[in-house]
């Protein structure tokens, strides 16, 4: 029989489901993806297309489709290099493979309890309830065609699991290492994730939580844990106890007159050069993969403000596809199914925030705009 530590039996859960946010895949797709992505806002086409200037500088194509591919692989190999004979599925909100398909296939393949991974490690309400909102939108599809019920359960937020700080911590290592030798001791770390109104950051995370009342809530309270967590790694692995770093935002979206998460990436560039900043590494622990908001938001804008300023940055890569983060994937299924069955198990989580919730409060992460029904949830 397997101890608490080693949970190895997948059962009740019969699936995996990889759900994404999806991204367009050429020019033709661009603007239907982003009216997906904003669809109930009357925004109209020519400001679509607008919008869509990021995506038609790298051909129409998002970078997250082919990382999801590459995702689902490592699961997929994972799980059979663990003998543990679950299917993995992959759904998207907004893009092909769309959630309600995958879930159509779930059910035709005969699976009923399904455990779902959402390709976002933190609490919020894009980043969390809305994909148990989309979730519950597609179960309604699936019953009125008549399929037969699933079960899904989404996994907890693993942003302070081993699989996903050790890959970050090693990857901001070695964007150090891509700096000039003479910078790298003086070179300064800028944690980013995507900013979000200051209103929704503040209600994030389980109203029980003490990090929901926080400034930021929970949102900015486990960011802050994973910075810290990979900036203590740094310090050691490289003899520089007081290197700064600091949190701060990107991608901001929404209308000026609305408070978002400050400071924006590019506005801390011009800060820290103007302070005699020698270098800065940007370390985009917010996201699981290299997608539109690196790519661009990054690799593309801040580098040219960082260029404009006379000030070396480097980039850290996102966890991706590694390994690592694939068997935590693996653990956290098992974590939770051995939870279900009613069997002891270890929660794995690093730092001072411990293990986050199974099941999400009704009153977890609220919908912004007007209450919507939610999948996984009590």
Same mark, same amino acid.
């Given at each position: %029989?397997?101890?608490?530590? #080693?949970?190895?039996?997948?059962?009740?859960?019969? =699936?995996?489901?990889?759900?994404?946010?999806?991204?367009?895949?050429?020019?033709?797709?661009?603007?239907?993806?982003?009216?997906? &992505?904003?669809?109930?806002?009357?925004?109209?086409?020519?400001?679509?297309?607008?919008?869509?200037?990021?995506?038609?500088?790298?051909?129409? &194509? +998002?970078?997250?489709?082919?990382?999801?591919?590459?995702?689902?692989?490592?699961?997929?190999?994972?799980?059979?290099?663990?003998?543990?004979?679950?299917?993995?599925?992959?759904?998207?909100?907004?893009? @092909?493979?769309? /959630?309600? *398909?995958?879930?159509?296939?779930?059910?035709?393949?005969?699976? $009923?309890? &399904?455990?779902?991974?959402?390709?976002?490690?933190?609490?919020?309400?894009?980043?969390?309830?809305?994909?148990?909102?989309? /979730? =519950?939108?597609?179960?309604?599809?699936?019953?009125?065609?008549?399929?037969? +019920?699933?079960?899904? *359960?989404?996994?907890?937020?693993?942003?302070?699991?081993?699989?996903? &700080?050790?890959? %970050?911590?090693? #990857?901001?290592?070695?964007?150090?290492?891509?700096?000039?030798?003479?910078?790298?001791?003086?070179?300064?770390?800028?944690?980013?994730?995507?900013?979000?109104?200051?209103? %929704?950051?503040? +209600?994030?995370?389980?109203?029980?939580?003490?990090? $929901?009342?926080?400034?930021?809530? @929970?949102?900015?309270?486990?960011?802050?844990?994973?910075?810290?967590?990979?900036?203590?790694?740094?310090?050691?692995? #490289?003899?520089?106890?007081? $290197?700064?770093?600091?949190?701060?935002?990107? +991608?901001?979206?929404?209308?000026?007159?609305?408070?978002?998460?400050?400071?924006?990436?590019?506005?801390? /560039? #011009?800060?820290?050069?103007?302070?005699?900043?020698?270098?800065?590494? %940007?370390?985009?622990?917010?996201?699981?993969?290299?997608?539109?908001?690196?790519?661009?938001?990054? *690799?593309?804008?801040?580098?040219?403000?960082?260029?404009?300023?006379?000030?070396?940055?480097?980039?850290?890569?996102?966890?991706?596809?590694?390994?690592?983060?694939?068997?935590?994937?693996?653990?956290?299924?098992?974590?939770?199914?051995?939870?279900?069955?009613? =069997?002891?198990?270890?929660?794995? @989580?690093?730092?001072?925030?411990? =293990?986050?919730?199974?099941?999400?409060?009704?009153?977890?992460?609220?919908?912004?705009?007007?209450?919507?029904?939610?999948? @996984?949830?009590?």
């Amino acid at each position: %029989m397997a101890d608490a530590q #080693t949970p190895t039996d997948p059962a009740p859960y019969d =699936a995996l489901l990889l759900l994404s946010f999806g991204g367009p895949e050429g020019p033709e797709d661009v603007v239907p993806f982003l009216e997906n &992505v904003t669809r109930g806002r009357g925004i109209p086409k020519e400001r679509l297309a607008e919008v869509g200037q990021h995506y038609f500088r790298f051909g129409g &194509v +998002s970078p997250i489709n082919e990382q999801n591919r590459a995702l689902l692989a490592a699961l997929r190999k994972d799980f059979a290099d663990h003998g543990l004979g679950l299917p993995v599925y992959w759904g998207n909100r907004n893009w @092909a493979p769309y /959630l309600v *398909d995958a879930l159509r296939e779930i059910a035709d393949d005969g699976h $009923r309890r &399904v455990a779902v991974l959402a390709t976002s490690a933190y609490a919020g309400y894009s980043g969390c309830r809305q994909y148990r909102e989309n /979730l =519950a939108d597609a179960l309604a599809v699936l019953a009125e065609e008549g399929r037969p +019920s699933l079960t899904v *359960d989404k996994l907890r937020h693993f942003h302070n699991h081993p699989g996903f &700080v050790q890959p %970050m911590i090693e #990857t901001t290592l070695a964007a150090l290492a891509e700096l000039p030798a003479e910078l790298r001791d003086r070179a300064e770390l800028a944690f980013t994730t995507h900013s979000i109104p200051t209103a %929704m950051a503040e +209600s994030s995370g389980a109203p029980d939580d003490p990090a $929901r009342g926080t400034p930021g809530g @929970a949102y900015v309270a486990q960011h802050l844990e994973v910075a810290r967590l990979v900036a203590e790694a740094v310090a050691g692995a #490289t003899g520089v106890a007081d $290197r700064p770093w600091q949190l701060v935002y990107q +991608s901001r979206s929404g209308a000026p007159h609305i408070p978002w998460l400050e400071p924006d990436i590019c506005d801390h /560039l #011009t800060e820290r050069q103007g302070s005699g900043a020698a270098a800065v590494v %940007m370390v985009p622990i917010g996201f699981v993969s290299d997608h539109m908001e690196v790519k661009y938001d990054l *690799d593309t804008e801040a580098v040219a403000r960082a260029a404009e300023l006379g000030l070396p940055v480097a980039r850290a890569a996102t966890v991706g596809a590694d390994p690592r983060f694939a068997a935590a994937v693996r653990e956290l299924l098992l974590e939770r199914a051995a939870t279900e069955r009613g =069997a002891p198990v270890a929660r794995c @989580a690093l730092g001072r925030l411990g =293990a986050g919730h199974d099941v999400c409060p009704a009153a977890c992460c609220p919908n912004p705009r007007a209450p919507r029904p939610a999948a @996984a949830q009590a």
